[in-house]
């Protein structure tokens, strides 16, 4: 039997419904790479001193909120002109949640960068190697959870999920020896508590690849990640999880 006129029609709805996935799913990867761009260049300005790239850090954040919005209003339409179920729409949703934690990494970034023009005003602080350690692997955790959604790779997500109880481990360690510097050395004080805000921001970073690598699981395998997320001890205090504007 020939195609019909209606069979040609549904092809070209199917195809056209398709490309608009794709594009959605590709702006997702853009703002992503964008972020781990943030990122990099935020953990490169405190640990080179470097005022001119921290401002720049700071400045481009817009530029993740736009492409959160982008992602945002697309799937929106989406939802309502197409009315998508099961696999569709599940690649909707899971595009939404992850421009929400991409759009929360990226505040974390710029804020790493406005506090590390406070902390480069006062004398090197020895904990910044071991913030160093911390900040690789927050960036290896965000590469790893993106690798992981273009590849819809289970898999690695879950390494990623895991990795996050590393992370905290890092945080809690970091806390107690920045406590210890502020305890040897007043003069420490100042730049101590801004690089434990430093420290929380990673830590969050790292909440946030958590969140997308369980939205990769839901994505691929069409249920959640029932498993407790592994999570390390809670240092005895901290500052507020929300990215913050330094004082």
């Known amino acids: 039997m020939a195609p019909t006129a209606e069979t040609h029609a549904n092809d070209h709805t199917v195809r056209s419904f398709d490309a608009e996935l794709d594009r959605l799913s590709n702006t997702v990867v853009r703002a992503g790479g964008l972020v781990e761009a943030q990122l990099a260049a935020a953990l490169q300005a405190l ?65 790493v960068a406005r506090r590390s023009l406070v902390v480069n005003q006062s004398p090197p602080v020895k904990a910044i190697t071991a913030l160093a350690r911390m900040a690789r692997l927050a960036q290896e955790i965000v590469k790893d959870v993106l690798d992981a959604y273009v590849e819809r790779d289970v898999d690695r997500a879950i390494v ?43 830590e969050r970073i790292g909440d946030h690849a958590t969140n997308i690598a369980e939205t990769v699981h839901y994505l691929a395998l069409g249920r959640p990640l029932r498993a407790a997320r592994p999570k390390g001890a809670e240092v005895p205090t901290e500052p507020s999880s929300g990215p913050e504007s330094p004082t």
């Open 47 to 111: 640990v080179k001193r470097d005022a001119a790239l921290a401002a720049e850090v700071s400045a481009k954040d817009n530029e993740v909120d736009a492409l959160d919005q982008e992602i945002q209003d697309h799937a929106v339409r989406l939802l309502a002109l197409r009315q998508p179920v099961a696999e569709d729409l599940r690649h909707i949703v899971g595009a939404l949640r992850i421009a929400g934690d991409l759009e929360r990494i990226g505040d974390y970034a710029a804020n």
């Open 160 to 202: 990623v999920w895991r990795r996050d109880e590393e992370l905290d481990a890092l945080h809690t360690s970091l806390f107690q020896e920045l406590v210890s510097y502020m305890m040897e050395d007043s003069r420490n004080i100042t730049a101590c508590s801004h690089l434990m805000f430093i420290a929380k921001n990673l």
